[in-house]
């Protein structure tokens, strides 16, 4: 049995999932980032240091916007492998000495979700990307973008999508705003919610109910039982998109934008997700547009 995982009757919220303050190698902190993001329409943010397990709810200071809690594991795994992780989510106890694995698991055990960050500048393999049953990928990291070009994470989600169909895709802006990273406000991801509280944005982002973006938005969607709707900003491509070399697109280089469009969702593709992509090219992913089995919620 598979479940439409979207409900977009609530508000769109933007957020950034992956950042890092002067509480491990940023350059900016907490009261700085939350001025700097607030002012271009941010309405929350998760504190991911390295290894540094934040406590939002026993800061004292007033801030602009939503502070949540998480943090960014690194390491090798017992192949050598070198990984980033986002867990988002409040933990204790994570020690950098007790490796990349045990992190992992304590984490996971704790209740957070696990993102892995930046495969293509890490250098991850697809096998990578499957190996420990990863929560998300992420499809964009800003940074990585600015630093050396290997920003794209698409290739491991798809990999990730083989083994979970349900796994969910992040843009994020890694941000470190010092001399050598100054990129932020590259990536995001967009929460639909009833309310802007720590309850309902962790609800939304672990029940897949946002979608990432560089730009592009989604505005609704909806599914008929046969057909998907959606309401985008203007964008010059649709493309709905499933395993290998299924897919279908609308749009044209030479067409009126869309804004407004019915496409038809294949029953017997293992997964499917939307892709837009706008006049200058900068696109949005939804997550995969059904849950499936024990994973599906209402």
Not at 143 to 150: E, M, P, Q, R, T
Not at 176 to 193: F, K, Q, T
Not at 222 to 247: M, N, Q, Y
Request: some cysteine.
């Amino acid at each position: 049995m598979r479940t439409f995982r979207y409900d977009t009757s609530g508000q769109w919220l933007k957020g950034n999932v992956h950042l890092h303050s002067t509480a491990s190698d940023g350059g900016k902190s907490f009261p700085e980032l939350a001025a700097l993001y607030a002012a271009a329409g941010f309405r929350f943010l998760f504190r991911t240091d390295h290894w540094v397990s934040s406590d939002v709810a026993a800061d004292p200071e007033s801030y602009p916007l939503l502070w949540l809690d998480g943090t960014e594991l690194d390491g090798q795994d017992q192949t050598g492998a070198m990984f980033h992780v986002v867990c988002l989510g409040t933990t204790k106890g994570l020690k950098r000495e007790d490796g990349l694995v045990n992190g992992l698991k304590a984490a996971r055990e704790q209740g957070a979700l696990l993102i892995l960050a930046h495969p293509h500048w890490c250098g991850n393999s697809l096998e990578d990307a499957r190996r420990w049953g990863f929560d998300g990928v992420e499809v964009y990291n800003h940074v990585c973008h600015w630093l050396n070009g290997k920003s794209n994470g698409l290739v491991h989600w798809d990999a990730a999508l083989k083994d979970n169909p349900s796994a969910q895709a992040f843009a994020v802006d890694d941000t470190h705003l010092r001399p050598e990273h100054p990129g932020w406000n590259g990536g995001w991801i967009v929460v639909n919610a009833a309310e802007c509280t720590r309850t309902a944005i962790l609800a939304a982002i672990r029940t897949g109910n946002y979608y990432s973006s560089c730009g592009p938005e989604f505005r609704s969607l909806a599914w008929d039982g046969k057909e998907l709707h959606l309401t985008t900003s203007p964008v010059r491509f649709v493309r709905i998109v499933g395993p290998a070399v299924r897919g279908e697109r609308l749009g044209t280089f030479a067409g009126p934008l869309l804004t407004d469009v019915k496409i038809p969702v294949p029953r017997d593709w293992d997964y499917v997700y939307v892709e837009i992509e706008d006049h200058s090219g900068k696109r949005a992913w939804t997550n995969p547009l059904f849950v499936t089995g024990s994973r599906a919620n209402g």
